[in-house]
């Protein structure tokens, strides 16, 4: 097997700075190899947490909105920027709560995965959160219009196998969780 070793960022400059959302960075970096690239742009985000939320009867909650990126309406899961300093757990809980009005009793961490492997893109950390139940009404933020939607499982798989989720970090996310689930119920 071959030894991997990391690129050398020999420069950066910085190309546009909207923080805490966005910074725009042109790294000037050379590979293992020694060959170089002069201008290999690199974007950083926040990370963020989403949630996929199973209640005792088995429905998920999924949040249905505009997206101004993809200018798309977006079936999504419960999802949110980590605050500064905040863990990702504790974002997870805070964004169930606000977006849905429901909490649960058991949250497992399913992962922490980059967006874009060539240009950062920030991360999101993936839960499954089992035994979730309504404790009140939603409370959005002011900019997240959104309608909740609570599809069983069965409705779950069918819209991600057929497309009705489109944005990838959602797309994996449910796949991680109904991965999680079936191997809960897999023959020993």
Same mark, same amino acid.
């Given at each position: 097997?071959?030894?991997?070793?990391?690129?050398?960022?020999?420069?950066?400059?910085?190309?546009?700075?909207?923080?805490?959302?966005?910074?725009?960075?042109?790294?000037?970096?050379?590979?293992?190899?020694?060959?170089?690239?002069?201008?290999?742009?690199?974007?950083?985000?926040?990370?963020?947490?989403?949630?996929?939320?199973?209640?005792?009867?088995?429905?998920?909650?999924?949040?249905?909105?505009?997206?101004?990126?993809?200018?798309?309406?977006?079936?999504?899961?419960?999802?949110?920027?980590?605050?500064?300093?905040?863990?990702?757990?504790?974002?997870?809980? #805070?964004?169930?709560?606000?977006?849905?009005?429901?909490?649960?009793?058991?949250?497992?961490?399913?992962?922490?995965?980059?967006?874009?492997?060539?240009?950062?893109?920030?991360?999101?950390?993936?839960?499954?959160?089992?035994?979730?139940? #309504?404790?009140?009404?939603?409370?959005?933020?002011?900019?997240?219009?959104?309608?909740?939607?609570?599809?069983?499982?069965?409705?779950?798989?069918?819209?991600?196998?057929?497309?009705?989720?489109?944005?990838?970090?959602?797309?994996?996310?449910?796949?991680?969780?109904?991965?999680?689930?079936?191997?809960?119920?897999?023959?020993?």
């Amino acid at each position: 097997m071959r030894t991997m070793y990391p690129w050398k960022i020999v420069a950066s400059t910085e190309l546009l700075d909207c923080s805490p959302w966005l910074r725009v960075s042109a790294e000037h970096v050379r590979l293992p190899n020694g060959h170089e690239i002069a201008a290999f742009y690199h974007i950083d985000m926040p990370e963020w947490a989403q949630i996929f939320a199973v209640t005792a009867d088995g429905r998920v909650p999924l949040i249905e909105h505009w997206k101004q990126g993809p200018r798309a309406f977006s079936l999504e899961l419960p999802a949110g920027y980590l605050d500064d300093g905040e863990a990702p757990e504790a974002a997870a809980r #805070r964004e169930l709560r606000e977006e849905t009005g429901v909490e649960a009793s058991e949250w497992r961490y399913l992962g922490r995965f980059f967006m874009d492997g060539n240009r950062g893109c920030g991360a999101s950390h993936i839960f499954l959160a089992l035994g979730a139940h #309504r404790v009140g009404a939603p409370h959005p933020e002011v900019s997240e219009i959104m309608a909740l939607h609570w599809l069983t499982l069965a409705e779950v798989r069918a819209a991600w196998q057929g497309g009705r989720i489109r944005n990838v970090a959602t797309v994996a996310a449910v796949g991680l969780a109904l991965a999680a689930l079936e191997g809960d119920h897999a023959p020993d």
